[in-house]
């Protein structure tokens, strides 16, 4: 079992080829070292602690009165520790946004995000979705074989996500590249993010003067008074965070969907929904594996170990799912079960999670129902994954199927996107109904849809 690199008092680093190799196996020999709670060293072999255990992470999440998200209270940084071009310093520099921010100021911040993306017509952005979907299997359903990494998980949230903040679509492509480039902390993570941050600048500029149904426009007026830097910050957190988890959970739900036999038996019975389905996937393979950080206010005790004032925490998402405690049997299912850690918890929980989970299910639910015949083109062991500090990436999903007709939508229709970036319309002639959690709308529908895909895949053994 690949494990990670031993550095400066025998303490294992988190980065390098073989904590990439093998992260889970890496977390485990924590585990069973040094418990809840563990010593790690990050990119420049700075220290920090790994929580490893569920209850550990919860603890961490809901007392931010112990545990800060200020980056500014890290002792390394106090102590001019973190070199400026460190790979660290696009994800842990301190930035004005609620992600660094506790109390009034981040119930303030948070406020506007959440006004924001409760603004969004739910009914509407899964049209939205469907019809980016369609686009995107268009594109390669004649050829009978596509890579659904490369060729739709990795694509399909942000060409969402920029249409909702405002952005035309063509941004799309480049910020895809920049996102990953930023988060897999590359030697040019600094210049993806300064990429990044120039284009939403920009965006906010436009907006200013030509504001739309979108929702950098819904920032800019919003009460809290957002300065340009949080407007930016904000948009930055929204599209990147958005993207990038729900593409490792489209990329790991398909990858179950194929490849895990007890997954597909557990749908067979016919009585799991796609969001069960998406919760088992939460548990088992979380977009994010770990979550930077939180840092101690006061000298503390967590797990069973002494954090020190200053010292950073990392939140072990992946990690905290397979604890023991929790977890005693990992075959048991948990559908419906959505104590997991992938949306983090406390104060700072996702805010998105609805909107990621929209996109990830309304996707693959056009995908499997457009190519139900769908096969994996190569065998299971040959599929591979590049490692990060922060998440774990399947690099490709080969596939093979009956070819088909593009499906093709015309200008007219009410899901095509209006001239500007403006997004999602509204849907007309429906009356107004309660808001429900974007995961719970249409079920009967998904459930028809979902047992005629799994049929197909069940006779295929």
């Not at 979907?133 to 399909?156: M, P």
């Not at 992938?342 to 998105?352: D, K, N, Q, V, Y």
């Not at 989970?357 to 590049?386: C, H, K």
């Not at 070819?403 to 009410?414: H, T, V, Y």
Request: charged fraction near 25%.
């Amino acid at each position: 079992m690949a494990t990670g690199g031993i550095g400066p008092g025998g303490i294992r680093r988190l980065y390098g080829p073989e904590a990439e190799a093998d992260p889970s196996g890496l977390y485990e020999k924590l585990r069973a070292e040094h418990g809840a709670v563990a010593p790690v060293l990050l990119h420049g072999d700075l220290p920090a602690w790994m929580v490893l255990g569920h209850s550990a992470n919860l603890t961490a999440m809901r007392n931010p009165s112990r545990f800060s998200r200020d980056s500014r209270r890290w002792s390394a940084f106090q102590r001019n520790e973190v070199a400026m071009d460190s790979p660290l310093m696009p994800i842990l520099a301190w930035q004005p946004l609620c992600l660094f921010a506790d109390g009034a100021e981040h119930r303030r911040l948070r406020g506007a995000v959440t006004d924001g993306l409760d603004r969004f017509d739910r009914r509407g952005m899964r049209r939205y979705v469907t019809r980016f979907a369609d686009q995107l299997v268009d594109g390669f359903t004649g050829r009978g074989a596509a890579d659904l990494v490369k060729e739709f998980a990795e694509h399909l949230p942000m060409l969402v996500m920029t249409q909702l903040i405002g952005m035309p679509e063509e941004y799309g492509p480049n910020l895809v590249k920049a996102a990953r480039d930023m988060m897999l902390g590359t030697e040019t993570a600094i210049a993806s993010n300064e990429y990044v941050a120039a284009t939403l600048r920009q965006l906010v500029d436009r907006k200013r003067l030509e504001p739309g149904n979108d929702l950098a426009s819904w920032l800019i007026q919003h009460e809290a008074a957002l300065t340009d830097d949080e407007l930016m910050e904000h948009l930055r957190l929204v599209l990147l965070a958005a993207n990038e988890t729900t593409v490792n959970l489209i990329a790991d739900t398909l990858r179950m969907v194929l490849t895990d036999s007890r997954f597909r038996a557990n749908l067979s019975g016919g009585h799991m929904t796609l969001p069960d389905a998406l919760d088992q996937v939460l548990w088992d393979s979380p977009p994010l594996s770990m979550i930077p950080g939180r840092w101690a206010t006061i000298d503390t005790d967590l797990g069973g170990r002494q954090i020190k004032a200053g010292d950073m925490l990392l939140l072990g998402l992946a990690a905290g799912n397979v604890d023991p405690e929790v977890r005693p049997d990992l075959n048991t299912p948990l559908y419906g079960n959505r104590s997991h850690l992938a949306f983090s918890g406390g104060p700072h929980e996702c805010p998105g999670q609805d909107v990621g989970r929209a996109i990830a299910e309304t996707g693959i639910d056009v995908l499997l129902t457009r190519l139900p015949d769908l096969r994996l083109a190569v065998r299971e062991e040959e599929l591979n994954w590049s490692g990060a500090w922060l998440a774990r990436h399947l690099t490709g999903l080969p596939v093979r199927f009956a070819p088909g007709r593009p499906k093709g939508l015309s200008a007219a229709d009410p899901a095509a996107p209006v001239p500007g970036g403006i997004t999602v319309p509204p849907v007309a002639a429906e009356p107004a109904r309660p808001a429900r959690p974007a995961w719970q709308a249409d079920q009967p529908k998904q459930r028809r849809r979902w047992w005629r895909v799994l049929t197909a895949l069940l006779r295929r053994g």
